[in-house]
Structures are given as C-alpha cells and as structure tokens.
C-alpha cells in the first residue's frame, strides 16, 4: 500500500497567517492526490481535488500544489471558520490511503 | 441537492454482525461509485471499501477484508456494508460518500456510530 506522511500533525497560527501543511507519498503518484477539511463532529468536505483544483464553492484563500511524492496544501490568509483537521489523500492505488492529518488551531 | 443518510449504526458484541446502509437523494447510485469510510475515536480517516453501482468495481481494506460485504439495491438507491465478526478495532464512525469518479468522495453523510463492546 502507498503510505502518506503529512506534517506537521498540529499547528496553531494566529489569524491572517499563511498556514502551509505537506503531504508525501511513499511512492510517485503524480498529481492523484486530494485535500479534506474535517470541522470538529461534521463530516470531511473535500476542497481539492488532483492536487491543485479547488471545489466549487471553496474559497480560493485555499490551494494545493505539487506531484509526484510531495505535495502542499496552503491557507493564505488563516480566517477562524478554518479551525478544522485537514487530510491528504492519495488515488492512484487502491486503497486509497489518508494521511494521519494535521489539526489546525488559533492562536 | 445531494444527500446521504447513513443509519444502522449501534452497540454490538464482539463477533456479531451488523448492517449499515447509506440511503442516496439527487444522486443516482446505480451510475456512480459509493465508498465507505471510517474513524474510530479521536483517530484519522480510514477507507473501507467502494463500490461501482455497476457492481462491477468493489474493492475492500485489507483491514476488513473477508468480514464486511459493500453492496447495493439501485432500486432503492440505497448501499450497505454488511459487517461480520466484528472487532474492538472496528469501533468508528462510519461515513458514507459519493462521488462521480473514483478519483475523489465529493458528497458525505453526516456518519453513524458502530461500538463493538461486551
């Protein structure tokens, strides 16, 4: 199974920062990979999808870059409604592993 | 708009079975793929299994593989994972999503809560 390591797995930031969080492959899955936001007790939405296009309807403060086995998800300006957990997910091999996530919070 | 109901959840003693079903509106089951994924307390996301309403595409988490079954009734647009010889380990929420393609789980349900405990 590919596994995704995504760091770091906490991160506390004050508003209007720019939050970046990395997610790496064990092996080269090109760009099939995806970002989910998990507010607390709510189901995880999916913002991005193959690595850098953003869902209809999420801010475009949210974006994803990279391929191949390291990838990067950036907030760039943190707003508080962002409190949430954000997961890596990877679809080039089935299963099609999450990463361990990482827990936003403000500071 | 797009709505799933998951329902079935409950407390079940270790080795018994229990059903999930995730019942499907403003989506059609039978054209799209249905995937089960699931979060034990205070942990990550964890696939389980997906389906192809096809019914052509099934593929399973070695982690459940052998005692839990994905299918579906197109008729009802509702699928289920049916879990047998269930485990300590395999007390989570269990979400429903639906999507499109296999590439992404664009639509979730709001979970329902599997506790196996004597």
């Known amino acids: 199974d590919i596994q995704m390591t995504q760091s770091p797995s906490s991160l506390s930031a004050s508003v209007g920062d720019r939050v970046t969080i990395t997610c790496q492959a064990s092996q080269d899955i090109s760009n099939f990979l995806n970002w989910y936001q998990q507010k607390p007790g709510k189901a995880p ?4 999808y193959e690595a850098s296009n953003l869902q209809t309807g999420v801010p475009s403060r949210f974006s994803g870059s990279g391929s191949g086995t390291d990838f990067t ?10 409190i949430a957990t954000y997961y890596c997910q990877q679809y080039d091999n089935l299963p099609y592993i999450f990463g ?8 | 708009e797009v709505q799933l109901v998951e329902t079935g959840g409950g407390l079940i003693q270790p080795g018994g079975s229990l059903r999930l079903s995730c019942a499907a509106s403003g989506f059609t089951v039978s054209s799209n793929y249905m995937t089960w994924v699931r979060q034990a307390p205070g942990k990550g996301l964890e696939w389980v299994s997906v389906i192809h ?3 052509g595409y099934i593929y399973y988490a070695d982690s459940v593989k052998g005692r839990f079954t994905i299918s579906r009734d197109n008729s009802r647009n509702t699928f289920f994972l049916q879990m047998n010889s269930l485990r300590a380990e395999d007390t989570a929420i269990y979400y429903c999503a639906a999507s499109y393609s296999y ?4 639509y979730w349900g709001q979970g329902t809560l599997v506790t196996v405990s004597s």
Request: no cysteine; net charge negative; hydrophobic share 30%.
């Open chain 1, 73 to 82: 998800f950036t907030i760039s300006s943190l707003q508080p409604e962002d």
């Open chain 2, 103 to 106: 590439s992404s789980l664009d």
């Open chain 1, 100 to 107: 361990q996530g990482t827990k936003l919070e403000i500071k």
């Open chain 2, 53 to 55: 309403g096809g019914g």
């Open chain 1, 45 to 48: 939405k999916l913002l991005i």
